[in-house]
């Protein structure tokens, strides 16, 4: 009886799961086959099927967790590769693929997807720099002929990352609950790199960040003049130091704002973390980043009651550094102070380096090519010397790659962009929490837009998904603004209601 009971679920488990069980031992002999002949990395190929299908089964039923996947990756990428803990792939590969497949999963699931949202000046502008960029593939400046393994490597990273960001976040980011979801996103991944910095500046360095440091001359980087820069999980600290600018800025200006208590202090607190965090990376230029993010939202205001006390805060920070001393012992505060000296240097050596660059770059207009660098330009070419200056900008790296031609587009494209943004903020949106909003992330884009001109960390990660993602939400603000209407009114009436009971029960304790 029990032999016979054993043998029947054996064979319903078999009708059940009889094909799934088929295919995966034909997978596993498939795969012992490819490591006979093949090695192990056509191996390992196989043997991934079964995860890239489930995979996909996850992200088509949880659309959101591949979404917010993307966030933290593309937040802790170089973090992890620090540590050692990234496997040996391009860093870049996570972010692209899973928004390919993001995009490609809007594009199926039809019926939740507006791509009407797409239609605005942001798609726009990113879809005519890739097309700008995508004509570089003719570009043969340097006389080595067309390149173009090294041409799509370099339009991947300067141009459709930009792109995929931007039409990602407007697919996705698309109602009131996931406008605050990403911003808290956000501002949970600066705790995490302001705690980083502390942690750096207090406890010291892990393993992996002091191999970092000691390799290929970032030491000299991160300790002038007996200063030390931190960087915390960030590339470099200029890059942590003027993102922690464009994030200082935008959390401040959403928690003066905002409406709802709760979000103004946390919002507040997030602020004041990130513009410590930018003092401990040492970056001089984030300081004109956080005071330009802030001119920004003045101009966005349309409030007396907001620009003249912001305007007085922002005319004293400013006079402090320039015709004071106070806080000159601190070694952070000295070197942000040095941002007014004219004399400096280091930016010197900058004009210096812009000068010559500017000489090679009259009998290139095109540039040298999309992709091209030092080790693809012969010894003997005249534009070997261009390709061995250190760009010290992300403007002048576009320059070099696109000439005077590619840096004016991309300039007058991320203008129409910007523009575009902070039109709908002043014209469009009437609620005054979503305008802080809005202002923000176009403050921030200023920010960060101030800092690659004068450091190469436009394109650095985490930058491109936060700023241009962030920035093409802007434009579906006023599509939800009723909805964000109702989702506030509801926050406030809860606030209001919690309110009551704390006073209900403070009167009964006197009874």
């Known amino acids: 009886m029990i032999n016979k009971t054993y043998t029947s679920r054996i064979s319903e488990y078999a009708g ?83 928004e390919i497949v993001l995009i490609a999963v809007a594009a199926i699931d039809l019926k939740d997807t507006r791509f009407e949202d797409l239609a605005n000046l942001m798609i726009l502008a990113l879809f005519g720099w890739c097309v700008f960029c995508t004509l570089e593939v003719l570009n043969d400046s340097c006389g080595l002929g067309i390149n173009i393994p090294a041409w799509f490597t370099g339009i991947r990273l300067m141009a459709f990352q930009l792109l995929y960001a931007g ?30 910095a502390w942690k750096q500046k207090n406890i010291g360095w892990t393993q992996g960040e002091s191999a970092w440091l000691f390799a290929a001359g970032h030491y000299r980087q991160h300790m002038v003049n007996g200063i030390i820069r931190y960087f915390s999980c960030f590339t470099d600290a200029a890059n942590f130091g003027i993102h922690m600018a464009a994030a200082g800025a935008a959390f401040s200006i959403i928690a003066i704002t905002n409406k709802v208590r709760k979000n103004k202090i946390f919002f507040s607190i997030i602020g004041l973390l990130c513009i410590w965090g930018m003092f401990q990376s040492g970056t001089r230029t984030a300081m004109f980043c956080l005071i330009a993010g802030f001119m920004v939202f003045l101009v966005l ?32 505060i000295r070197r942000m102070r040095s941002a007014f000296n004219k004399n ?84 469009k949106i009437g609620n005054r929490s979503l305008m802080g909003i ?70 009964a304790k006197r009874v």
């Open 167 to 196: 039409i990602v976040f407007q697919l996705y980011i698309n109602s009131p609950e996931r406008v605050y979801q990403l911003l808290k996103a956000w501002a949970f991944c600066s705790i995490f790199a302001v705690y980083w």
């Open 301 to 332: 205001s349309k409030s007396v009651k907001i620009i003249v006390p912001v305007s007085i805060i922002l005319g004293l920070f400013v006079a402090m550094l320039m015709f004071t001393n106070i806080g000159q012992g601190n070694n952070q």
């Open 438 to 507: 809005g202002a923000a992330w176009c403050a921030a884009f200023t920010a960060i837009h101030l800092g690659g001109y004068a450091n190469q960390i436009l394109m650095q990660f985490p930058n491109i998904v936060i700023f241009y993602g962030g920035l093409s939400t802007v434009y579906l603000y006023p599509s939800i603004e009723q909805k964000f209407n109702e989702y506030e009114a509801k926050q406030l009436e809860e606030e209001e209601e919690k309110k009551r009971l704390k006073l209900e029960k403070k009167l």
């Open 344 to 427: 400096d240097a280091s930016a010197n050596v900058r004009d210096i380096n812009k000068a010559t660059i500017a000489k090679y770059m009259k009998e290139i207009p095109w540039g040298i090519g999309i992709g091209i660098f030092e080790s693809d330009i012969p010894a003997r070419n005249k534009f070997k010397r261009l390709s061995q200056i250190p760009p010290d900008s992300e403007y002048v790296f576009i320059w070099v790659r696109t000439g005077v031609i590619g840096i004016s587009c991309f300039l007058i494209l991320n203008a129409i962009m910007l523009l575009g943004a902070c039109t709908t903020v002043f014209f």
């Open 16 to 98: 059940e799961n009889g094909g799934r069980v088929l295919i995966l031992f034909l997978l596993f002999l498939l795969s012992m086959y490819s490591l006979s002949n093949s090695g192990i990395n056509e191996m390992a190929m196989y043997l991934a099927i079964p995860v890239v299908v489930i995979a996909v089964y996850l992200i088509f039923s949880y659309k959101m967790l591949a979404f917010w996947t993307l966030f933290i990756i593309n937040y802790t990428v170089m973090f992890l590769a620090k540590e050692r803990l990234w496997p040996a792939i391009p860093a870049s590969l996570p972010n692209e693929m899973l």
